[in-house]
């Protein structure tokens, strides 16, 4: 692909084709790649916070229309309970199937490990925290921003997607709407749940343009770190 980028005016919700190997290789020579954040609300709140023009104020909204990239599994496992930072997990997942060990490099099997187990952390939970990472492209954007789907709302998100995948379509085939909503577990906890629906299809010149996105947004996604703030 040409390492030109192309945003057409009035060109639909996405309109917009770029090389990002080459983009990163050109401006990030020596500089690790990063990606912005969409975060979620601790305590059942209903407006995430997405990144704005201002980097130290992130606008809330109640909900956002983007396109679903790539999404993956991770898993992390910290000894200690957050405290603030951005630190790498003790041992950390970025397929949901194979865990390395931060400090000996050693790699587990996610199948069997006992920090994967119901009943091993904090109110019956897992100890071990099972998440998705979701790249997504707003409108008028030509890098993805990253948005963690928590434990709480992965039943959710899989309902999403077996849904697209029913009528034949994939997450990246369509605009998505997310929203949050406030609900409670089992133990009287309660928490902001995302909310995932169909905005509208993708027209043929944007999906191509979101096709060849994706593959280069699979390439490197495993290479993006895990931190606590997820």
Request: charged letters at 25%.
């Amino acid at each position: 692909m040409s390492n030109e980028m192309i945003i057409k005016e009035n060109g639909g919700y996405l309109a917009a084709a770029i090389n990002l190997g080459d983009l990163f290789s050109e401006e990030m020579d020596g500089l690790t790649p990063t990606f912005d954040r969409i975060k979620i609300p601790a305590g059942g709140g209903i407006s995430y916070e997405v990144p704005g023009d201002d980097p130290s104020n992130p606008d809330s909204v109640k909900e956002f229309k983007a396109v679903i990239l790539y999404h993956h599994p991770i898993h992390s496992y910290y000894k200690e309970k957050f405290t603030g930072g951005n630190n790498p997990p003790d041992c950390g997942s970025m397929d949901g199937k194979i865990g390395v060990v931060a400090e000996t490099g050693e790699c587990k099997n996610c199948g069997s490990c006992p920090y994967a187990k119901f009943g091993s952390g904090d109110n019956g939970g897992m100890a071990c925290k099972q998440k998705r990472r979701v790249y997504i492209l707003r409108e008028g954007e030509i890098l993805p921003v990253i948005l963690t789907v928590p434990t709480g709302s992965l039943k959710e998100f899989t309902k999403y997607v077996t849904r697209l995948l029913q009528k034949g379509k994939k997450t990246n085939s369509v605009v998505t709407k997310f929203t949050l909503k406030k609900v409670q577990n089992s133990t009287g906890i309660t928490f902001s749940q995302v909310v995932c629906s169909v905005d509208r299809a993708l027209n043929p010149d944007e999906q191509q343009n979101i096709n060849a996105m994706s593959e280069q947004v699979k390439a490197f996604a495993g290479h993006v770190a895990i931190t606590d703030a997820e």
